[in-house]
C-alpha cells in the first residue's frame, strides 16, 4: 500500500483509455499507475507492486495474455481486470475467456461509454470501503463505449 492508498496499475496502449480510467480511479482516491504496454506495465508492478491490475489484451511489446501469465506467476495475489475489444468482429476466438483461463480474476468487453463511468463512483467508494479491490472490473460497465477522443478524456488530463 502506498500512502494508505490501494494501487492500480492500468495498462493499455491507448493513451486516452489510460487518462480516462486513470482519471476515474484518482478522483476516488486510489493510487493509479499507467503503462503503454505489458513490458513497461511489468517493470512497474516488479518496482512498487499494484493490488490490482487492469489490462487491455492487444498491446505492442508484450500483449496483454503474457502479462496475465507473468503477472499470475510472480504476484499470484495481484486481482488483474481485463478489459478488451476482444480482437477482430470476424474471429471466433475469445480472448477474453482465454484471460479468465490464464488467470484473470475479471473481464470486461470493450467499448465503454464515457458518461457511465461516472456512474461508476459510488462502487468504487463501496469496494474501497470494504477492501474489495479484485472486484475493480465492477467500476467499468461492460459492453459500452470508451470514446477514445471524449471530452471525458480531455477533461481528466
Known amino acids: 500500500m502506498h500512502d494508505g492508498k490501494k494501487r492500480v496499475l492500468v495498462i493499455d496502449d491507448d493513451p486516452d483509455v489510460r487518462v480516462l480510467i486513470q482519471c476515474l480511479l484518482e478522483a476516488e482516491g486510489f493510487d493509479v499507475r499507467t503503462a503503454a504496454d505489458g513490458r513497461e506495465g511489468l517493470d512497474l508492478q516488479?518496482?512498487?507492486?499494484?493490488?490490482?491490475?487492469?489490462?487491455?489484451?492487444?498491446?505492442?511489446?508484450?500483449d496483454g495474455m503474457e502479462t496475465i501469465h507473468e503477472l499470475r506467476r510472480k504476484f499470484p495475489d495481484?486481482?488483474?481486470v481485463v478489459v478488451s475489444g476482444g480482437g477482430s468482429a470476424t474471429s471466433k476466438i475469445d480472448y477474453l475467456e482465454i484471460a479468465r483461463l490464464l488467470g484473470a480474476t475479471h473481464t470486461l468487453q470493450k467499448p465503454v461509454q464515457p458518461d457511465l463511468l461516472v456512474d461508476c463512483r459510488p462502487r468504487v467508494r463501496a469496494f474501497a470501503a470494504r477492501g474489495q479491490f479484485s472486484s475493480v472490473a465492477a467500476l467499468l460497465p461492460a459492453r459500452r463505449n470508451i470514446a477514445s477522443r471524449s471530452g471525458c478524456a480531455r477533461t481528466c488530463r
Not at 516488479?46 to 498491446?59: L, R
Open 78 to 80: 495481484t486481482g488483474i
Open 46 to 62: 516488479e518496482g512498487e507492486p499494484a493490488d490490482v491490475v487492469v489490462t487491455d489484451i492487444f498491446m505492442p511489446n508484450l
